[in-house]
């Protein structure tokens, strides 16, 4: 096509000019390359950034969710997926659910996770110094959490005092519990924190619950004030199972 547009310029009586307009093509290429490569840097160190402070994952999502989509618009139709795989470290999945975030979607914290990608899960010693050493999944002050795994209600209430640490309960549900349905097996003892924990040791608090890797799981959230004990520990009736359900 260069020598084709030289060609027609030369029977015009003009090459200068169409050197000059293949100069202007060659450069704008090379600007859209380089803008994709900030672009990239940026999308990889952001994506970091969210899997890592659940407080600002929203946040997060969405800047990467607009440089992918800034990004998709500047490369040909069909490449983008490949283009993503080939120069990101994030998942075609993944981006999606950025874009999704930029685009006004309302999403749960878990769905900044690659829960359902291939994940390679740490040995025992290295978990233990990821939750000690290096949380990845720090809850944000003056916000409720509950999630079910293993047939078991984890609910996180911030301490009333000082929202920025947390009251951790551990319920057994009946089979069939979900967390529209919840159903609180009264049978069954209790598990809970004595003291309000530290919001950078709450991962390690959840793991001697039996919970690991929270990043993956599907949390329900809300900002609410705390309160001064964990969750049903001044009353287990039927009542506070309510209560539960209306976290």
């Known amino acids: 096509m260069p020598n084709l547009q030289i060609k027609r310029a030369k029977e015009d009586g003009n090459p200068s000019l169409a050197l000059k307009n293949l100069s202007l093509q060659i450069n704008k290429k090379e600007l859209i390359m380089t803008e994709l490569l900030s672009k990239v840097n ?3 160190n952001l994506h970091q950034l969210a899997m890592s402070a659940a407080k ?3 946040t997060y999502a969405k800047k990467i969710g607009t440089l992918l989509l800034e990004s998709k618009s500047e490369i040909p139709h069909g490449k983008f997926i490949k283009w ?3 120069n990101t ?3 075609p999945r993944q981006a999606q659910r950025y874009m999704r975030v930029a685009s006004g ?3 749960k914290i878990s769905d900044f996770s690659n829960k359902n990608d291939k994940m390679s899960y740490l040995s025992s010693d290295e978990y233990l110094d990821r939750i000690t050493m290096n949380p990845v999944w720090v809850p944000p002050a003056g916000h409720w959490f509950k999630c079910i ?3 078991a209600l984890f609910a996180l209430v911030p301490d009333k005092l000082h929202p ?3 009251h951790i309960t551990k319920f057994q549900l009946l089979e069939g519990s979900t967390l529209d349905d919840l159903e609180i097996d009264l049978d069954k003892e209790l598990h809970w924190t004595k003291q309000p924990v530290m919001a950078s040791k709450v991962e390690g608090m959840l793991h001697v619950f039996g919970l690991d890797y929270p990043e993956t799981k599907d ?3 809300v900002k609410r004030m705390g309160m001064d004990e964990p969750l049903g520990i001044a009353d287990t009736s039927t009542a506070t199972g309510e209560k539960i359900k209306n976290v």
């Open 164 to 166: 920025e640490d947390f």
């Open 89 to 91: 470290s994030i998942s």
């Open 84 to 86: 993503i795989e080939e």
């Open 42 to 44: 940026e999308i990889n």
């Open 149 to 151: 795994h293993e047939n």
């Open 56 to 58: 600002d994952a929203v």
């Open 105 to 107: 979607k309302d999403l």
């Open 219 to 221: 949390w329900w959230w």
